[in-house]
């Protein structure tokens, strides 16, 4: 390690010890706790470091972003505006429309063409809209979408209730969030509503504020990799010991971290080897994910500011949209998730599906918590057939893949 970095851990060090105050004991648990988590991670890096130097594995990551596609599908921009005023970012995917006939002039009789049915996706916490990229590429072309990021993520604007008026973040905001968005990006026609993980959420509050518009407008929802609530009980693959003293400080050291951003920050870049371990046991649960992959959703947490992380995190103990899922009853669903997930385990899927009896449970054996882009071929196979028994697509339509998260395949 060189002497800046050294100096950089340092900082970022002592200023969040100063920030912790009186709970430094409790500080001191939670680092235990977030120990065992990172032990796994931690002895693959020392291996690692034996044999491949810094410098080489910056080059390796930074061939690795330039190999793949990944992320780089871009659609029609614009921006919506939440009620505080924050700034939302999203992109549509048209369908492409026939070319004109020559310099004639189409005329046409009786009844217009119906709205095309829109598919609106919400990413999770500490990703962005680029997160559902094989999805995206395998429906471009076959029926219209809207990727959007959530507030201070991606290309959102940092959240100005929380900035200019130190509100928190709740999951009731992002449905708020998420029906500005609509409002911009699908005015009229029927919505197809898919959400991971903290987008499910979203999509549940949204139920929950607008029942009118889930009962008028949308035919059908794909909730992946999520939660109705409960999540307080998530021991995220830790011993009773660990995961107690993670439950117990992690709010305060987060909060602590998010104080001292700027210096976090600098130490977060230095120990990007062992956040990396981390980002992959908690995404992903196959062996052989292409390193493509594992880097892309690395890059896309990595981009989350750490003062982002800690707004974001209490808001998930309080959620409970159980009672939003009534909304859901009535039209096509497809409840899916990793059976690995360590992050919403797939009993809560299971208990999603249980109250909504006639929706399609899919539980992917060997996947964790990113299984959109570690298993992308069966969600978009199982996406595809909802769209299909929504009437969102012709029963003819192809939906075609779009490479493959595994090691063994090349993207495209």
């Known amino acids: 390690m060189s002497e800046s970095n ?21 500080a001191g648990i939670a680092g235990v706790a977030i120990g065992v988590v990172a032990a796994g991670a931690a002895a693959g890096v020392a291996i690692e470091r034996l044999t491949v130097g810094r410098g080489m594995r910056e080059r390796a990551r930074l061939a690795l972003d330039s190999a793949g596609p990944y992320g780089a599908l871009r659609g029609t921009p614009g921006k919506a505006y939440a009620d505080d005023g924050t700034e939302l970012y999203y992109e549509v995917d048209d369908v492409e429309t026939e070319a004109p006939l020559g310099g004639r002039r189409r005329r046409l009789f009786g009844r217009k063409a119906p709205v095309p049915v ?14 559902w990229h094989f999805q995206r590429a395998a429906l471009r072309g076959v029926v219209r979408t809207v990727h959007w990021d959530q507030r201070s993520h991606g290309r959102s604007g940092r959240g100005v209730a929380q900035v200019k008026d130190g509100k928190p973040v709740t999951i009731d905001q992002l449905g708020e969030d998420l029906k500005a968005v609509i409002d911009a990006a ?3 026609g029927p919505i197809v509503l898919v959400g991971h993980s903290m987008g499910g959420m979203t999509v549940m509050a949204l139920a929950d504020q607008y029942p009118d518009l889930i009962r008028d407008r949308v035919v059908a929802a794909a909730l ?21 003293a993670v439950r117990w400080a992690l709010p305060g050291v987060l909060r602590a971290l998010g104080q001292q951003a700027a210096l976090v920050e600098r130490g977060r870049r230095v120990t990007a080897d062992l956040f990396a371990g981390i980002i992959k046991r908690y995404s992903f649960a196959s062996k052989d994910v292409d390193p493509a992959v594992e880097r892309f959703a690395e ?11 800690a707004e974001f995190y209490p808001a998930f103990t309080e959620h409970d949209k159980t009672a939003a899922l009534v909304h859901f009853a009535d039209m096509p669903v497809l409840v899916l998730a990793g059976v690995k997930d360590l992050v919403t385990p797939s009993e809560h899927s299971e208990a999603i599906a249980d109250l909504l009896p006639d929706a399609e449970l899919v539980l992917v ?11 992308p071929e069966v969600v978009i196979d199982r996406l595809a057939d909802l769209l299909m028994r929504a009437g969102a697509v012709p029963a003819g339509a192809t939906v075609g893949g779009y490479g493959t998260a595994s090691s063994t395949a090349q993207p495209g």
């Not at 609106?120 to 990703?127: D, E, R, W």
């Open 186 to 188: 699908v005015p009229e």
């Open 118 to 131: 829109t598919v609106v996706f919400s990413h999770g916490y500490c990703l962005n809209q680029d997160s």
């Open 365 to 375: 054996p060997d996947a964790g918590h990113l299984v959109m882009l570690e298993h």
């Open 6 to 26: 050294a100096e950089a851990v340092a900082d970022a060090a002592s200023a969040v010890a100063a920030s912790v105050g009186n709970w430094r004991k409790g």
């Open 224 to 244: 992946v990799g999520t939660s109705s609530g409960r999540l307080g009980e998530v021991n995220f693959g830790l011993p009773v010991a660990g995961v107690n």
């Open 299 to 309: 890059r896309m947490i990595e981009g989350t500011p750490i003062d982002v992380v």
